[in-house]
Structure formats: C-alpha cells, structure tokens
Nanobody, 123 residues
Framework: QVQLVESGGGLVQAGGSLRLSCAAS????????MAWFRQAPGKEREFVGL???????YYADFAKGRFTISRDNAKNTLYLQMNSLKPDDTAVYYC?????????????????WGQGTQVTVSS
C-alpha cells in the first residue's frame, strides 16, 4: 500500500516562498509519475504540475516561472518550491502518484493521494 504524506504548508505573506514535501512509502517511487494538485475553498481541484520518472517536470500555465517541482528518488520524496506567492495561491495542496505515464493532468489518472497540506498566503 502506497502512502503519501505532505508537509511544509503554512501561512506566508504575499511575495514569500514555501517548499512543500511529499514523502512516499510502500511503493516504487522512482517509477511513478508524481504530481501536485491544489484545491481552494469553493473551487475545483486544480493541477499544478508533475514529475515523470524521467525528464523535466511539466507545469500548469499559472505555475510556470514561480513553482518548481523536483524529486529525490533516494529519499522517496517529491518537492514543490513555490516562490512569489500570491493570495490566489491559497489552497490545500495535495501530492498524487501512480504508475501511469503521459501527460497526466487529471486527478483521476492517479492511484495514490496524500492528505493535503494547507497553504495560506496573506496580502
């Protein structure tokens, strides 16, 4: 059973930075496509970006230039570095993973989910 646990969320002022982590256990992390999603209050879940088992990460348009996804396969951990944060970035951030490949921007494509971590950006 794969488990994903996010951490690193919190309260930050606009323009600040946060780094989220997603620790995986119970599976073959290095082979999984891993992704970040977010969900703001009253809004649908939104794709942030993903990291394939190989190659460069892929980002949603709003994340390009501000967010960076990386992974450490030796530590079974996925990261999301968020810079120049805006109040609109306030959401619960989730990591997701699964063995499928391709441009997996829909949540239904992932088999495993973390519990989420709250990010709040104050103006």
């Amino acid at each position: 059973q794969v488990q994903l646990v996010e951490s690193g969320g919190g309260l930050v002022q606009a323009g600040g930075s946060l780094r989220l982590s997603c620790a995986a256990s119970g599976g073959t992390f290095s082979r999984y496509t891993m992704a970040w999603f977010r969900q703001a209050p009253g809004k649908e879940r939104e794709f942030v970006g993903l990291s394939w088992s190989g190659g460069s990460p892929y980002y949603a348009d709003f994340a390009k230039g501000r967010f960076t996804i990386s992974r450490d396969n030796a530590k079974n951990t996925l990261y999301l570095q968020m810079n120049s944060l805006k109040p609109d970035d306030t959401a619960v951030y989730y990591c997701a993973g699964g063995p499928r490949a391709g441009l997996m921007s829909r949540g239904s494509m992932y088999d495993y989910w973390g519990q989420g971590t709250q990010v709040t950006v104050s103006s």
